[in-house]
């Protein structure tokens, strides 16, 4: 087994890596200098809703495939066996659900940040406390994110340690601030299939220096790692099949159903259609990412056995294990350790450049938009970029301050996830009981944060009060495909070898993370309902229909209609024909009030709305399925197109004032 020392990387590893970050710069300066040149909010943000189906998949996948998760499953399997793997069990629901209820509402209300959702469903409070809970729950994240695996590197190969956060951070910004979401889905789809080619080279290497798959099998299976089917109901145990398999789905949930920068992709989308298929896309994605971390696992496995670098002391944790594994199998093959490494930070980029541009996203729309209503669309575009460049910024500061945390960085990993649950309950809360209030909202969040901190504060607490010395793969971080579960999991991984039966309320801290998401959106809904009953709840005649998901209304499809308006809680899901009638007559007017038809060319041509996002399925069609009411009133100076975002020009001028249906 080599010692550190004979690690190092070769010229050719340096030129491998060099690549990864100039394809990625290339293709944000490509799409920053061609097609719309990213002039508008709309093209800057959402990508002019053009992307199909597959980038978008891709780029889902690619999100939060992290390079904390790719250094994490496999020491997760090396430690504890195969078990993990019955996680991929909760993907189906979890991108199931979001496909058929999240996605359509999202969709059909045409967002740009998730959390205007939050004001149509509530009010502005309420869409602002979603917006800086998001906000604070990325910023802390996207900084851990890059130091993380910057700081792992070198302590395996000496690789300069700020060198690579800085190039990371500064190709990151780039290439956001430049070519935005177009170019931040395009390079995940690039740096997706070069974290294929890291994972597969690792497992094709390794697994022939062992003595082939089968090899790689035998010896898992009888030193009991292939593991069998663990149905203990019990949700104190950290790994069960319902654990993974149901407590999983609601932390999918959080980043699937409801975290902007995925809900991002899905509006830029040409369809709601497309929009759906990616979801249904990204399913066997997930479960190939899984299933190569795993078998990375293995391989680890049948070349270490028991006595691995960690128990000789060539590592100090089990995060730098994968990396010994890939610099002591590639060290006679030039170029594969830079492979390797450009998969490592490929999985860092996807993920940085993501926060930037969905932190732009709300910061924009949620906090400065709604105060400066006659913002032209000029300064909004130039306002956005400067966000996400002042966001990537942000990020190497957050980089500096995760160096200084010591063991505190547990803690600040943790917050991500800790997050995520109460988000996920606020929305469900507004989607599925319609008398649900803003006061019920507003108090449901917060008491939800306050459930989420107090577990996983005292777990972490208590962790480390009764682990003495700490287990050995205390900093394992699983990947779940999603961030939510890889911070927690940094948090609360315990080994079997230290099994304790706690009572009271350490027994209450030893909740299994994967239920976190589920307990913590749980509480949200309880509170929120009590408070908006206490408080008077909203009448369902006065609840946008386009807000609700009618879930009643699914489940009872076979009774009369009838009954089925008593079971929609007063919610007029019934008013959608008229609603649409209205829309239509609206747009009518604002064709025939138009004046002479502008010359073929000139810059009023160009300032014209773009209607096609209403002409795409069928006029009456994509009105009807419309969430807003546009009426065109004679301007000052300003004219609106569909998205809601004003520029001023030289002809006619025409304000479409939108109201929720």
């Known amino acids: 087994m080599p010692s550190k020392e004979d690690m190092r990387f070769s010229t050719v590893d340096y030129i491998i890596f060099a690549l990864l970050l100039v394809i990625s710069s290339a293709i944000g300066l490509y799409y920053a200098f061609s097609g719309g040149k990213q002039r508008t909010t709309q093209e800057f943000l959402l990508a002019n809703r053009s992307m199909g189906f597959l980038p978008v998949a891709i780029s889902l996948l690619a999100t939060f495939q992290s390079a904390v998760a790719i250094l994490g499953v496999p020491a997760e399997i090396y430690n504890n066996g195969t078990e993990y793997w019955f996680l991929g069990c909760c993907y189906f629901l979890g991108l199931l659900i979001p496909a058929h209820v999240f996605i359509p509402i999202f969709y059909r209300l045409r967002l740009t940040s998730t959390y205007e959702y939050l004001e149509l469903r509530f009010n502005k409070i309420v869409r602002i406390c979603g917006t800086v809970t998001f906000i604070f729950q990325m910023v802390i994240y996207m900084g851990v994110v890059l130091y993380a695996p910057s700081l792992a590197l070198n302590a395996v190969t000496g690789f300069d340690l700020w060198g690579s956060v800085l190039a990371l951070g500064l190709v990151c910004t780039i290439y956001t601030t430049l070519g935005g979401l177009k170019a931040v889905i395009w ?56 654990v993974l398999a149901f407590g999983g789905v609601f932390m999918m949930l959080t980043l699937y159903g409801v975290n902007q920068a995925q809900v991002q992709r899905y509006l830029s989308s040409r369809t709601q259609k497309e929009a759906i298929l990616s979801c249904y896309a990204v399913f066997p994605c997930q479960q190939i990412i899984l299933s190569l971390g795993c078998l990375m696992g293995l391989v680890m496995y049948a070349r270490y056995r028991d006595d691995g670098p960690l128990q000789k002391g060539y590592v100090q944790n089990s995060d730098q294990m994968v990396l010994y594994f890939v610099m002591d199998i590639f060290k006679d093959i030039p170029g594969l350790p830079g492979l390797f490494v450009a998969c490592l930070f490929s999985g860092a980029l996807s993920t940085i450049s993501s926060a930037f541009n969905s932190l732009a996203t709300v910061t924009m729309q949620d906090l400065i938009k709604p105060f400066f209503p006659n913002m032209t669309e000029s300064r909004a575009t130039l306002i956005a970029k400067g966000l996400a460049f002042m966001y990537g910024l942000l990020c190497l500061c957050m980089a500096y301050i995760a160096s200084l945390m010591g063991s505190v960085l547990q803690a600040a990993l943790s917050i991500f996830g800790i997050v995520g649950g109460p988000l996920l309950g606020l ?204 009426n065109l009133i004679k301007g000052e100076g300003i004219e609106s197109d569909e998205s809601g975002e004003d520029r001023t020009d030289g002809g006619p001028k025409y304000v479409v004032h939108e109201t929720a249906l």
């Open 187 to 242: 390079t995940d789809v690039f740096q997706s299939l070069v974290m294929f080619a890291g994972m597969l080279a690792v497992i094709t290497v390794g697994s022939i220096k062992v003595g082939g798959i089968t090899e790689v099998w035998r010896i898992a299976n009888e030193a009991g790692k292939i593991s069998g089917i663990d149905l203990n109901p019990d949700p104190f145990e950290r790994h069960t099949f319902w």
């Open 427 to 630: 929305f469900s809360l507004g989607m599925f009981f319609p008398c649900s209030n803003s006061w019920g909202a507003v108090t449901g969040l917060i008491s939800g944060l306050i459930m989420s901190f107090w577990v996983g504060i005292g777990s972490f607490v208590n962790a480390r009060i009764s682990a003495s010395p700490p287990p050995l793969n205390a900093t394992v971080v699983p990947d779940t495909g999603n961030m939510t579960a890889v911070v927690i999991t940094k948090l609360l991984t315990t080994t079997s070898a230290v099994r304790t039966n706690p009572t009271g309320l350490k027994k209450f801290y030893s909740l299994s993370y994967l239920w976190y998401s589920g307990f913590s959106s749980t509480v949200v809904i309880i509170v929120g309902l009590l408070v908006s009953c206490i408080t008077g709840p909203t009448r369902g005649s006065d609840v946008n229909p386009h807000t609700i998901f009618p879930v009643m209304r699914y489940i009872l499809f076979f009774l009369p209609k009838r009954y089925l308006e008593k079971v929609s809680c007063g919610v007029r899901y019934d008013q959608d024909g008229l609603n649409a009638r209205e829309t239509t007559s609206s747009v009518i007017r604002m064709f025939t009030t138009s004046l002479a038809p502008p010359q073929q060319g000139t810059e009023e041509q160009e300032d014209r709305p773009d209607l096609s996002p209403l002409l795409q399925d069928g006029f009456p069609h994509a009105l009807q399925n419309g969430a807003t009411k546009m």
